[in-house]
């Protein structure tokens, strides 16, 4: 009898010593790839304190100002050489004298790289259904590596803004590598595989706080991130192509060696005869309109679209929003970054305990209370220390905690709310979403020039939204993996037992 690719891992191994070291290459290729260049801008693109020059006739104030300080602006009107920029700290600001009328061209460099994310989710990763997940990773992540290191040789602000687009360009093709991991896993264990690549995330983005304070000069330190990750590319050699793309693609012969490679290193004992592949026919593969192909797919797609860009708004507006908080902001960096280690493991406890469908609405509905929270902190007394330690508490620690919960299970969840055949165009999509959602995040986090309460206020209307929304999504845990469009509009409704979701599934061909 043909196997499905959930049946065949269960014999050759749904997580053993093989699917372990992928896991582990993947997270290296995740700690340079994906969270360096991405908010690395928090940085490079930061501004310094600036005060008068010494003897300045025209320039005449004590002290330092910074960019939240009333007098931030009295030096528009004066030559630039009455002032001058503090210590030794420099980045793209200080080096194109981002100033004044340029002031805003640091958020349009940022945001600029969460457009080029947005286009890239939308193209590069159809692609990856096109032509392998294998490709496009390691083409993707290359090209990160070579214009983060080219970025440090920028001669002029445009050049440098193209740079980060065509990073984010390909930072939006680089999801190809959690749907590489995901796919050689069986039920049981797809949470845990997935969410596990953040762990990397979260260390990489912990060591940038560090690495950005050691090396002050932003050109050293597009250099220090970028460089290293290039030989990585040579990865590709290494690592197979997807099982189940390989399988859906007709592949069956390659399919079958590596499911014989994978049962060897794992220790499973079998023969060549017993893995005999499930054929599947006639499948379009990576074609949006199978997104809307019915009103029920329809709107399971818009939704999920909006959980990306209320999540992505949230999560990248929580890292813009703490160097508005006062104090160090390498240190406001770290602790918004390492909130989210604990995030991560109760994610894979709450998802794989409570399901994915409340693994992601209630963290949203407990992000969208700590934004609140903050919210009435923000319009009260701000130079009362127990207000500001309590809003540090609840933007970067607990907003932070529950919406990274949040945006880990989405991964999960979108990935298993769409068969094999879309399951890449849908969380390309889905990456496209939330470019448009970290895109606005900048400009979110802007609006507190208007008014202090804005900027909370509307990442937690967001994020409620979305978890109300969400409440029309079908749970998925311990649902067999859909291979096709056909087959998931065929969905069963009868879940798989817990129990047995890691030693059997169903043998319905229509499942």
């Given at each position: ?80 050489a009455a002032w001058e ?114 762990y990397s995330w979260t ?202 919960i949040s945006f880990d ?103």
């Open positions: 009898m043909a196997l499905t690719a959930d049946e065949v891992l269960i014999k050759i191994g749904s997580f053993g010593r093989y699917q372990f070291r992928l896991l582990i290459f993947a997270n290296v290729l995740g700690f340079f790839w994906l969270a360096w260049p991405m908010l690395i801008n928090t940085f490079i693109t930061a501004e310094p304190g600036w005060r008068c020059v010494a003897n300045s006739t025209e320039c005449q104030m004590d002290g330092i100002v910074y960019t939240e300080d009333d007098n931030y602006n009295l030096r528009c009107n004066m030559s630039r920029f503090v210590g030794e700290y420099t980045s793209v600001v200080t080096q194109f004298d981002l100033v004044c009328d340029k002031a805003i061209y640091g958020t349009v460099s940022s945001s600029l790289l969460f457009l080029g994310s947005l286009t890239g989710a939308a193209t590069v990763s159809t692609l990856s259904d096109k032509f392998g997940r294998r490709i496009i990773t390691f083409t993707t992540g290359f090209l990160i590596s070579l214009f983060s290191l080219l970025s440090a040789f920028s001669n002029s602000y445009w050049l440098f803004t193209l740079f980060r687009f065509i990073i984010g360009f390909n930072l939006g093709g680089i999801v190809a590598i959690y749907i590489l991991i995901s796919e050689f896993v069986g039920v049981r264990h797809r949470a845990m595989m997935g969410t596990s690549l953040w260390i990489s983005l912990m060591s940038l706080a560090g690495i950005a304070y050691l090396i002050p000069d932003w050109r050293s330190l597009c250099i220090v991130t970028g460089a290293p990750a290039i030989p990585l590319a040579l990865g590709f050699l290494i690592t197979p192509e997807s099982l189940r793309w390989l399988i859906v693609k007709g592949k069956t012969k390659e399919a079958t060696n590596l499911c014989s490679r994978i049962a060897r290193v794992n220790g499973k004992n079998i023969s060549m005869e017993e893995i005999k592949l499930e054929e599947i026919r006639e499948e379009r593969m990576g074609d949006i309109r199978d997104l809307f192909v019915s009103r029920k797919m329809a709107i399971k797609t818009v939704i999920t679209w909006y959980c990306w860009f209320a999540n992505a708004m949230v999560y990248y507006g929580v890292f813009m929003s703490a160097p508005y908080i006062g104090g160090s902001m390498h240190f406001n960096f770290f602790l918004a970054s390492v909130t989210e280690l604990p995030a991560i493991t109760v994610g894979i406890w709450i998802y794989n305990r409570f399901g994915r469908k409340k693994g992601v609405i209630i963290p949203m509905i407990l992000t969208a209370i700590g934004a609140a929270v903050s919210v009435l902190l923000t319009t009260d007394d701000e130079s009362n220390k127990g207000f500001f330690v309590g809003k540090i508490i609840m933007s970067l620690v607990w907003a932070k905690f529950w919406i990274m299970g989405l991964y999960v969840y979108t990935t298993e709310l769409f068969p094999t055949a879309i399951r890449n165009i849908a969380l390309g999509t889905s990456e496209a979403a939330a470019g448009i959602g970290s895109f606005s995040s900048s400009y979110v986090i802007y609006t507190q020039r208007i008014h202090p309460i804005f900027p909370y206020g509307i990442m937690g209307l967001n994020a409620l939204v979305a978890a109300l929304l969400s409440m029309y999504l079908d749970e998925t845990r311990y649902k067999p993996t859909l291979e096709t469009v056909e087959r998931s509009e065929k969905n069963s409704e009868k879940d798989v037992d817990p129990s047995q979701a890691a030693t059997s599934l169903p043998h319905n061909p229509d499942v």
